[in-house]
Every structure is written in structure tokens, then in C-alpha cells.
């Protein structure tokens, strides 16, 4: 009975949210490959920070089913897993930042095509080899270490990352506001481009955000545990079942930002809702539309720029 009731107050909480962030993460792939509206170059990088939350809280969700039903199986691998899906969700954010500083300040019109569908999926599969082989072999020289050292390594990375992304995105913020302010009242549509620009840093600042807030309450517990004498307490248990489960909730939080913020993710959701099938237009309204892309140059009134139209 005691050990029914501890696992219940461990693992069900953790397993409800991993569950709940496998659903999510799982759908949010679907859409993104299944409507073309979303099938952009931009957007492999939410379809990757989907797949690692996916995969973050697959390895929750089995490492939880074996505790509490004593599933004979290696949990290891999951654990494994976690940190890697983990390390690899924060890499993602990070790389959106530079995308959208390469946009801006080193390929503005795409023509030196330095972002390309090839090249990311290949960078990411790279990363994911590197990041998982690294992680392996600490396991493997340091078995009994292995969370320890993983988290010591994630608190240190999330803490640089953090830092660094921030600061890409206030910069590429900063040049966004200068360069809408510079723009005329006419020029309306790229006034659009730019509050796309905006809407998409904003967007992934609180990914950024979310995620540091939900994994420093874990550097807490991990820090107490280098004191034994504390590791038995009742408030401690409860502490660290507690700050993990914020942990937990990050991996379906950061679905539910993107989809919540982007307007071309919410019209999926008006048209799931309708049960229009996928890639079919809108009935005409007698209103011309007109698609905005978020790949605008900072410098709008280059005659280089395929995409500016002068004013008459």
C-alpha cells in the first residue's frame, strides 16, 4: 500500500502531463505536415521543437509507467533520452534566433539561400548525433553520475543559451521596431511583414522564457541533493515531486504558445474546426488577400528586394 500511494504521488502527476505534452507535440507535427499552408522552411523549426518536446515527454511518460507498475524494461534509455530532447529543445530556440538574424542581417532577399529545408534537417540530425553520443558516453564512463552530470550540464547550457538567445532576439527586436517606425503610413503591407517579424521573436522570447522558468526550480533540488541529510525529509520529497512536475508541464506549454500566438497556426485551428480539408482556400469575401511572408529584408526599399513594390 505505501509503495502504491508513493508512486501515485511521484509518477501519476508527471505521467498525466507527459501524456497531455505527447498529444500535444504529436498533433502539432500532424498539422505541419499535413497542411501546406504550414509546410514553410520557418516553420522545420517548430516541427523540430515539437519533436523534442515530443520525445521529452515520451521518455517521461514510459519512465513513470515503470515505476508504477514495475514494467520490467531499461529505463535508462529514456532517462537518456530526456536530456538529450531536452538539450535539444533549447539548441532549437537558440538556432530560431539565428535564422532570424541571418535573415536580417547576412541573407535579407534569400538569394545566397544560407537557410535551406536541406541544410537545417541536416544541421539538426548532426546536433542530435553529437548531443546523443555525448551524453552516451558520459553514461557509459559514468554510470552512477549520469543524472547528476546531465543535469549539472543542462543547468549550465540553459543558463548560456538563455543568454545568448536573449540577447539575439533583443537585437533583431530593436531592428524590427527601427525599421517600421522609418516605414511611411502607406506602406502597409510591409508594416505587416514587420508585426510578423515581431510577432514571431515575441513568440519564441516566452518558449525561451517558459522553459528557464520551468527547469530552475529543478536546479534547486538538484543543488539540495549534494546534502544527504536533507534528501529524506518530507518537505523535500514533496519539493522536488513538486518543481518536477513544473518541469513536466513545459513540454506541452511550448505547443500551446506557438499555436496560440501565430496567425497561421490559429487559421489551421479555424479550419480543423470547420472540418474544411487541408489546402483549400477561403470563400471569396469580394476582398482581395494577400499572403504576407516573414522573410523581409531590413532594407524595404532596395530595388534588389523581389518581394517591395513601390508606391505610386
Not at 522552411?41 to 514510459?62: E, G, Q, R, Y
Not at 532517462?79 to 536580417?104: C, K, Y
Not at 470547420?274 to 529584408?297: E, F, I, L, Y
Request: hydrophobic share 50%.
Amino acid at each position: 500500500m505505501a509503495f502504491v500511494y508513493t508512486s501515485l504521488v511521484h509518477w501519476v502527476t508527471p505521467l498525466s502531463l507527459s501524456v497531455f505534452g505527447v498529444i500535444l507535440n504529436l498533433l502539432s507535427m500532424g498539422a505541419i505536415l499535413s497542411f501546406g499552408a504550414l509546410r514553410k522552411t520557418k516553420n522545420i523549426f517548430i516541427f523540430h521543437l515539437s519533436f523534442c518536446d515530443f520525445v521529452a515527454s515520451l521518455s517521461i511518460m514510459m519512465t513513470s509507467i515503470k515505476f508504477i507498475t514495475q514494467w520490467e524494461f531499461p529505463v535508462s534509455i529514456f532517462q537518456l533520452l530526456f536530456l538529450v530532447a531536452l538539450m535539444m529543445s533549447l539548441l532549437t530556440t537558440l538556432a530560431i534566433a539565428i535564422e532570424r538574424f541571418i535573415i536580417f542581417y547576412l541573407d535579407p532577399f534569400g538569394n545566397r539561400k544560407i537557410i535551406t529545408p536541406f541544410r537545417t534537417i541536416l544541421a539538426f540530425s548532426v546536433t542530435w548525433v553529437f548531443v546523443g553520443g555525448l551524453f552516451y558516453i558520459m553514461g557509459s564512463r559514468f554510470k552512477e553520475r549520469l543524472y547528476l552530470l546531465g543535469k549539472v550540464i543542462l543547468s549550465s547550457t540553459i543558463l548560456i543559451i538563455t543568454v545568448v538567445t536573449v540577447s539575439l532576439y533583443k537585437i533583431i527586436y530593436q531592428k524590427i521596431t527601427s525599421a517600421s517606425t522609418s516605414l511611411g503610413a502607406s506602406e502597409t503591407f510591409l508594416q505587416r511583414r514587420f508585426k510578423l517579424h515581431q510577432k514571431i521573436i515575441v513568440t519564441f522570447s516566452l518558449v525561451v522564457g517558459t522553459t528557464g522558468l520551468c527547469w530552475l526550480p529543478v536546479t534547486v533540488t538538484e543543488f539540495l541533493k549534494g546534502f544527504p541529510q536533507l534528501n529524506d525529509k518530507a518537505w523535500y520529497i514533496v519539493l522536488e515531486r513538486v518543481f518536477f512536475g513544473i518541469l513536466c508541464s513545459n513540454q506541452f506549454l511550448n505547443p500551446i504558445i506557438v499555436w496560440s500566438r501565430l496567425t497561421e497556426f490559429r487559421d489551421t485551428l479555424k479550419v480543423c474546426r470547420r472540418g474544411d480539408q487541408a489546402g483549400s482556400g477561403s470563400k471569396s469575401t469580394g476582398q482581395n488577400t494577400r499572403s504576407v511572408s516573414a522573410n523581409v529584408p531590413v532594407n524595404n526599399m532596395s530595388r534588389d528586394n523581389p518581394n517591395f513594390i513601390a508606391s505610386p
